[in-house]
């Protein structure tokens, strides 16, 4: 007799929970437990399967490659709370303020370094709201440009190397780390750049949607200027080339980059003399609360895992997924809509954990190259933390913006950037060259 109506209820159950406002993690575990006990009281569930679970947990805890996680994480919670980000970003906003639409323009560029350097999104949309979003409010910006090209811009931490996504996506779909890095590469400047032209068009269209900062708003000129440029961007810059060229040359793995980029943001923050025990202690307590948060949920996810995979769901899910109508296009159609609405709702961890393991078998079969399945869903990720009206980036952005900004008017503006992602998400679809060519070049 099978059972596999028991695993579709199990999902179902999960969900329930989840949508209930469950932890992630503990819906996780306990819809095993209870489903493994039906399994087990109905003869649908051998116990046996448990045996794998402590061989697995203890894999993850020595898995190399999930070091960098915590190392990416303290880089960006240094730069963020020595206040090196906020320096770097007044610093370019100076640099392109005269520019028509310039401090939009800065905006995505630092939205770009600091995606390159943190990986964290939250931390990148409240700093540029905070910082930049009155700047441009009190010049005479469109309210919706200025908060569309906060969130869009601030959220490229999905996408662009050292992204926690690919370090999770690598884990859960089985591609290194630095397959997954070269690949986001240019879909990840891809984005950043058409963020760049549409705030350049509409600024040339509708010049009195984003002015150029008037005279006396630019504080810095000449040597002055000069001095803050060569303290406040080129390290940043310096310490991006060395994480990332790094891994790409194959001098070091994503991991020992991210120590040596760990390292070297608190060199940064001693040389500005922003150092301190406290800003060590609160870098560290933010690491540690993150990569926990992660390793938990990937414990009770491998235990639900197991469970799902004993009462036939991830053979099930194989099946339905393998026998679509349209093959490979079919498969890539639903998986995207899948993770889309999954990531309206959900943190992009939780959706890695829930769905990657139902995915990755059904790709393999249908001969889908990992790495660039692996970045379609990354952009996708991306898009879902934008869109209207529960994109987490959006929430971001309104716990820091001014009164004189309506809800209305943030999800408003993340609107065209959200039409942009889903434009380069068919290009990349349609090009898989644009993934590809450097995991040959650099990957592997």
Same mark, same amino acid.
């Given at each position: 007799m099978s059972y596999e109506w028991l695993a579709i209820a199990m999902f179902a159950g999960f969900f329930v929970l989840l949508m209930s406002g469950y932890p992630v993690a503990f819906s996780f575990a306990g819809t095993a437990f209870i489903f493994g006990a039906i399994g087990l009281a109905l003869g649908a569930f051998n116990l046996d399967l448990l045996r794998a679970l402590p061989n697995r947990w203890f894999g993850t805890m020595s898995d190399f490659t999930l070091l960098a996680i915590p190392f990416f994480i303290f880089l960006g919670a240094v730069l963020e709370k020595s206040g090196l980000a906020e320096e770097l970003l007044e610093t370019i906003g100076i640099l392109l303020g005269p520019l028509r639409g310039g401090i939009a323009l800065a905006v995505v560029l630092v939205g770009t370094l600091l995606a390159a350097t943190t990986g964290v999104v939250a #931390?990148?949309?409240?700093?540029?709201?905070?910082?930049?979003?009155?700047?441009?409010?009190?010049?005479?910006?469109? $309210?919706?440009?200025?908060?569309?090209?906060?969130t869009a811009s601030g959220t490229l931490a999905q996408m662009i190397p050292p992204s926690l996504v690919l370090v999770v996506l690598s884990d859960q779909i089985g591609v290194s780390v630095g397959d997954l890095f070269a690949g986001a590469l240019i879909p990840g400047l891809m984005l950043s750049g058409s963020y760049a032209l549409y705030c350049l068009a509409i600024a040339y269209i509708k010049p009195n949607y984003a002015p150029a900062l008037?005279?006396? #708003?630019?504080?810095? +000129? *000449?040597?002055?200027?000069?001095? $803050?440029?060569? +303290?406040?961007?080129?390290?940043?810059?310096?310490?991006?080339? @060395? @994480?990332?060229?790094?891994? &790409?040359? *194959?001098?070091?793995?994503?991991?020992?980059?991210?120590?040596?980029? #760990?390292?070297? !943001?608190?060199?940064?923050?001693?040389?500005?003399?922003? &150092?301190?025990?406290?800003?060590? +202690?609160?870098?560290?307590? %933010?690491?540690?609360?993150?990569?926990?948060?992660?390793?938990?949920?990937?414990?009770?996810?491998?235990?639900? %895992?197991?469970?799902?995979? *004993?009462?036939?769901?991830?053979?099930?899910?194989?099946?339905?997924?393998?026998?679509?109508? *349209?093959?490979? @296009? #079919?498969?890539?159609?639903?998986?995207?809509? =899948?993770?889309?609405?999954?990531?309206?709702?959900?943190?992009?961890?939780?959706?890695?954990?829930?769905?990657?393991p139902l995915f990755v078998p059904a790709a393999t079969l249908l001969g889908i190259d990992l790495a660039w399945f692996a970045v379609v869903?990354?952009?996708?990720?991306?898009? !879902?933390?934008?869109?209207?009206?529960?994109? &987490?980036?959006?929430?971001?952005?309104?716990? =820091?913006?001014? $009164?004189?900004?309506?809800?209305?008017q943030i999800h408003r503006g993340a609107i065209p950037f959200m039409v942009i992602q889903l434009i380069i998400l068919v290009v990349v679809m349609i090009f898989p060259q644009t993934v590809t060519w450097l995991v040959v070049k650099w990957g592997g």
């Open positions: #931390a990148t949309v409240i700093a540029m709201g905070m910082i930049t979003l009155p700047v441009m409010l009190r010049y005479g910006y469109d $309210k919706e440009l200025a908060t569309g090209v906060i008037p005279l006396e #708003a630019r504080s810095l +000129r *000449g040597m002055a200027l000069a001095r $803050k440029v060569m +303290r406040a961007l080129v390290p940043p810059i310096v310490l991006i080339l @060395v @994480v990332l060229g790094s891994i &790409f040359l *194959g001098i070091a793995t994503p991991t020992e980059a991210g120590g040596v980029g #760990a390292v070297g !943001a608190l060199l940064l923050a001693a040389a500005n003399r922003r &150092f301190s025990w406290k800003l060590l +202690r609160d870098a560290s307590d %933010s690491t540690l609360r993150t990569t926990a948060l992660v390793i938990i949920i990937l414990f009770c996810s491998t235990l639900f %895992s197991l469970v799902f995979d *004993g009462l036939g769901g991830t053979d099930l899910i194989t099946r339905l997924l393998t026998s679509l109508p *349209g093959g490979t @296009v #079919a498969f890539m159609i639903v998986s995207n809509i =899948v993770v889309f609405l999954l990531g309206i709702f959900l943190e992009f961890v939780e959706i890695c954990f829930i769905v990657m869903m990354a952009i996708n990720l991306q898009t !879902a933390f934008i869109s209207p009206p529960v994109g &987490f980036s959006l929430f971001y952005l309104q716990s =820091v913006a001014p $009164k004189e900004v309506k809800t209305i």
